[in-house]
Structure formats: structure tokens, C-alpha cells
């Protein structure tokens, strides 16, 4: 079983940055590949970032270039998973969720853990 339980988010202003956390529990976190989703009202979560085990990333080409996640493994089965938001924009206002492990393909949706999710806001 894993636990996520995130934290960060909040208002900021457009061209701001923002760092969120998830802390990561129960399994190695280098054995699981993590990522973050984001969502608005009335949309389908959408995939942020993901990085793999070995610490391979993969970013949607909306963030690439200003999103970096990363992640602290500080104990076997204790980790930090981070995801640094730079020079953000009103685009980028949504519910963030990290979640690990997932069912199909790591860009769908569909993961076996989910963080409770955190608002990002960000003001023009």
C-alpha cells in the first residue's frame, strides 16, 4: 500500500514559481513510477510529469521547459516527490494530484494511488 499526501499550492501571481510536495510512503521509490495530473472544472485530468524508478522523466509539452520534477528518497519506503512550477501562467490554474504506480500507459489517468489533490491558482 502507498500513501501520498501532498503539500504546497495556493495563489500566486502569472510569472511566478511554486513548488508542490508529495510525500511518498509505503513502498520504495525506486521501484514505483510517480507523477503529477492536474484538473479543471468540467475536464479530464490532464498528465503533468512522471518520473520513473530509475529517474527517467517525461513531461506534456505544455510544461516542458518550465515544470521540473524530481524526487528525495530519504528511507527505503519514504520518499518526497516535488514538482517545481516555474514562470507560471493562468493556464496552469487546476487541482494538482500525485499519484504513483500506474494501471496502463503512465500519461492516462489511471493509477492505483492518489494523492487528495492540491488548487494551484494563478492570477493575470
Known amino acids: 500500500q502507498v500513501q501520498l499526501v501532498e503539500s504546497g499550492g495556493g495563489l500566486v501571481q502569472a510569472g511566478d514559481s511554486m513548488t508542490l510536495s508529495c510525500t511518498v510512503s509505503?513502498?520504495?521509490?525506486?521501484?514505483?513510477?510517480m507523477a503529477w495530473f492536474r484538473q479543471t472544472p468540467g475536464n479530464e485530468r490532464e498528465f503533468v510529469a512522471a518520473i520513473w524508478g530509475g529517474g527517467n522523466t517525461d513531461y506534456a509539452g505544455s510544461v516542458k521547459g518550465r515544470f521540473t520534477i524530481s524526487r528525495n528518497i530519504a528511507k527505503s519506503t519514504l520518499a518526497t516527490l516535488y514538482l517545481q512550477m516555474n514562470s507560471l501562467t493562468t493556464d496552469d490554474t487546476a487541482v494538482y494530484s500525485c499519484?504513483?504506480?500506474?494501471?496502463?500507459?503512465?500519461?492516462?489517468?489511471?493509477?492505483?494511488?492518489w494523492g487528495q489533490g492540491t488548487q494551484v491558482t494563478v492570477s493575470s
Open positions: 499519484v504513483a504506480d500506474p494501471i496502463n500507459h503512465f500519461r492516462e489517468a489511471r493509477y492505483y494511488y
Open positions: 509505503g513502498r520504495s521509490a525506486s521501484t514505483l513510477i
